[in-house]
């Protein structure tokens, strides 16, 4: 199987904005090496899809991040069975950062995905294929907080405000990458959150230390449910998909690892890993 892809924008009226979303999935044309602003990419661009059905896979990326940033990953599930939708935070993203840190995003990036779920069930190109109460999320860093939301989680602001979130029951399974969990330290915010949970951090980690996973394994409701491990000698930007080597730079932070991680491997590694439990909890169960 290869990999097509198809670039949507999705409508957020109550904001008043469109953010864009790179919906990749099975196609039975080959992938060719395809530019995405500075990352190449093996997909077949607006390709067929393959004939099935197949769970939906959304990708919240990190803090003024990029819904590229996790290609590797995301090519491997969708060339193995899924329908996986990367999208970009409106405001909180490489190029438009203006609400990181503001309350008014931590409402947003819940919306967000509960939105393109919308949209790519909604798609005349997509939505036939796609299994409507079989939706996993993937989210890495603030990414993991847009998760544990999505999912049931009742965040609250550092003033111990609620903050006022939708959760969405066609969410099944969650995978946390380094996921940052300070706005559920309240007791009882992640009681509702029942779904399986896949969650990954990092050794080395000075942006998501190891407290942030104990307050996930502390406060669902049934610790059984959440699979968590540490990666050995991994750093907190070490689930990036590595970088070109022309972006590679000591001072630019998401392209450098702890010494003597190799990446690349990793990255391999973890699309298996993360395969593996998705076809478990979504097409086994």
Known sequence: MFVG?????????????????????????PSVPTAFGA????????ASIAEGQY???????????????YRTLT????KNGYVVAMLEHAG?????????????????????????MDAVFSDDYLGAYVQQ????????????????????????SEARQKIEVDADPRVRALVLLAPATAWFLPEGSLRDVTVPILMLSAEHDSFTPGWHTDVVLDGVADRTQVTSRVV???????????????????????????????????HEALGEEVLKYLDDKLKNA
């Open 232 to 266: 050995p000698n991994a750093g907190h930007f070490s689930f990036l998909s590595p970088f070109p080597p022309k972006m590679k730079n000591a001072a630019f932070l998401p392209s450098t690892d702890p010494e003597g991680f190799d990446r690349a491997a990793f």
């Open 39 to 46: 990352y190449s990419i093996d997909v077949s661009s607006n």
């Open 55 to 69: 769970p939906l896979v959304v990708v919240s990326h990190g803090n003024g991040g990029s819904h590229l940033l």
């Open 5 to 29: 892809s198809r670039e949507i924008q999705v409508i957020d009226e109550f904001a008043g904005v469109s953010f864009p979303a790179l919906v990749m999935y099975p196609t039975c044309l």
């Open 75 to 78: 090519t491997h599930l969708a």
């Open 133 to 156: 109460d079989s939706v996993a999320v993937i989210g890495h860093s603030i990414g993991g907080y847009t998760a544990l939301a999505v999912a049931g989680g009742t965040p609250w």
């Open 92 to 116: 909180n993203n490489r190029n438009n950062n203006e609400l990181e840190g503001k309350q008014q995003n931590l409402k947003n990036r819940p919306r967000h995905v509960r939105l393109t």
